[in-house]
């Protein structure tokens, strides 16, 4: 058994444009499907976020019409209410990447909010790139690798292929024109070689030990790859 660390974001509301802020946190679905894959082959989730704040859930995630119904709903919301390490996270500040075999950061806007400023989590992904152990990062979880930086001022992912959600999605999600920007912009110009695969269907991109998947529903697959990559 391993243990994995699921980094998430504490933050429950994203800037827009406008600067009003839109109701925001984890999405379920990303975080309870691997989740749900990862420990049923035996391994342990420990969730970490900025200052140890609890994760909020974005209400949003929890619909039938984003889950394909009431009953896909309820397996989400019931697979939540298992992970005990949501309700008793660590401080991202505090988590040593020798204790753990994988890193995950599943999406939501939050990490748009902070952990893509963030320098804490910015040093751990690129600890995380550089040690060889998976890491995987599903939708707007790779808004986190905007914080990435090595001491030259290189970013570390530049050239590597990767997805996150698409301009595309966004733009069908209805947020893309009140975005403060937009994710696979931000990626593309920062040098990543981003794949884009068709809206809302799963996506998943392996780049050495990096495993990125484009929105929702790659999560299941994404975890599927991380279990694989565990050995």
Not at 77 to 84: F, K, N, R, S, V
Request: proline fraction near 7%; aromatic fraction near 6%; hydrophobic fraction near 45%.
């Amino acid at each position: 058994m391993a243990k994995i660390l699921f980094v998430l974001t504490g933050a429950t509301s994203w800037t827009l444009s406008d600067g009003t802020g839109h109701p925001t946190g984890f999405w379920a679905e990303e975080a309870a499907t691997p989740h749900r894959i990862l420990t049923a082959a035996g391994h342990e989730a420990v969730v970490a976020t900025p200052g140890g704040v609890v994760p909020a859930v974005d209400r949003a995630s929890l619909a039938a019409e984003v889950n394909g119904g009431e009953e896909g709903a309820r397996a989400v919301a019931e697979e939540l209410e298992t992970m005990t390490a949501l309700r008793h996270p660590i401080k991202l500040e505090e988590a040593d990447l020798d204790d753990y075999a994988a890193v995950f950061y599943p999406g939501g806007h939050g990490p748009m909010e902070d952990l893509a400023v963030d320098p804490v989590s910015g040093r751990l992904l690129t600890a995380a790139l550089d040690s060889g152990k998976p890491l995987g990062i599903v939708c707007h979880g790779p808004a986190a690798l905007l914080a990435a930086e090595r001491a030259d001022g290189s970013w570390p992912f530049a050239g590597h292929r990767l997805t996150a959600f698409s301009n595309a999605e966004e733009t069908q999600a209805g947020l893309a024109d009140r975005a403060p920007w937009l994710l696979q912009d931000r990626l593309v110009a920062l040098g990543a070689d981003f794949q884009e695969g068709e809206p809302w269907a799963p996506h998943v991109v392996s780049d050495g030990n990096l495993i990125t998947g484009q929105n929702p529903a790659s999560s299941g697959p994404l975890a599927e790859r991380l279990l694989a990559a565990l050995g």
